[in-house]
T-cell receptor, first 115, second 112 residues
């Protein structure tokens, strides 16, 4: 069964460093997302991306964050200057369509630890 | 704003017992509701979803959920728990533009 894949599975970085989390969405999907889950808290929406542009973003997704689809298969989340509070599990997701009932498929997550 | 509330951060059952995980939603429009499961060290996997077709929705691994508008609920059930069902379960509502809002999650513990 097709799946969303994410790399790295775990990354430790120093505060202030830039981090890029990578994702390969399911191949025929057109909508891409990033969510995050801080330890012990809810899974939170960060951003959705369609047709090479951001379609929706949350208040968490400030200027420190950016997303890119650099080629036909990858989708990346960049955090420019990491803070301690950015430590979380980051989930990439994708869906075939943009309708509200469409299933969103999640990857296994990238666990980011900022020290 | 649309939201979901999951009652009980932990639910413990014995193997073979009924599983009931509660989710109530708040929405001013017909909601699209989802249950996801997260097994240890894995990602979020869709169990089932409600998209205004049938009110009783069957999902994978023997789980089902019933949409009850009068109670604003979408509780997840399974008649007989297996040890392999131990995981964290998340209820979510799609608030539009494919943005999911998740509940706080319920950890299901299954004892032999």
């Amino acid at each position: 069964e097709p799946e969303v894949t994410q790399t790295p599975s775990h990354q430790v970085t120093q505060m202030g460093q830039e981090v890029i989390l990578r994702c390969v969405p399911i191949s025929n999907h057109l909508y891409f997302y990033w969510y995050r889950q801080i330890l012990g808290q809810k899974v939170e929406f960060l951003v959705s991306f369609y047709n090479n542009e951001i379609s929706e973003k949350s208040e968490i997704f400030d200027d420190q964050f950016s997303v890119e689809r650099p080629d036909g298969s990858n989708f990346t989340l960049k955090i420019r200057s990491t803070k301690l509070e950015d430590s979380a599990m980051y989930f990439c997701a994708s869906s075939e369509e943009g309708s509200n009932g469409n299933t969103i498929y999640f990857g296994e997550g990238s666990w980011l630890t900022v020290v | 704003a649309q939201s979901v509330t999951q009652l009980g951060s932990h639910v413990s059952v014995s193997e073979g017992a009924l599983v009931l995980l509660r989710c109530n939603y708040s929405s001013s429009v017909p909601p699209y509701l989802f249950w996801y499961v997260q097994y240890p060290n894995q990602g979020l996997q869709l169990l089932l979803k409600y998209t205004s077709a049938a009110t009783l929705v069957k999902g994978i691994n023997g789980f089902e959920a019933e949409f009850k508008k009068s109670e604003t609920s979408f509780h997840l059930t399974k008649p007989s728990a297996h040890m392999s069902d131990a995981a964290e379960y998340f209820c979510a509502v799609n608030t539009g533009f494919q943005k999911l809002v998740f509940g706080t999650g319920t950890r299901l513990l299954v004892s032999p």
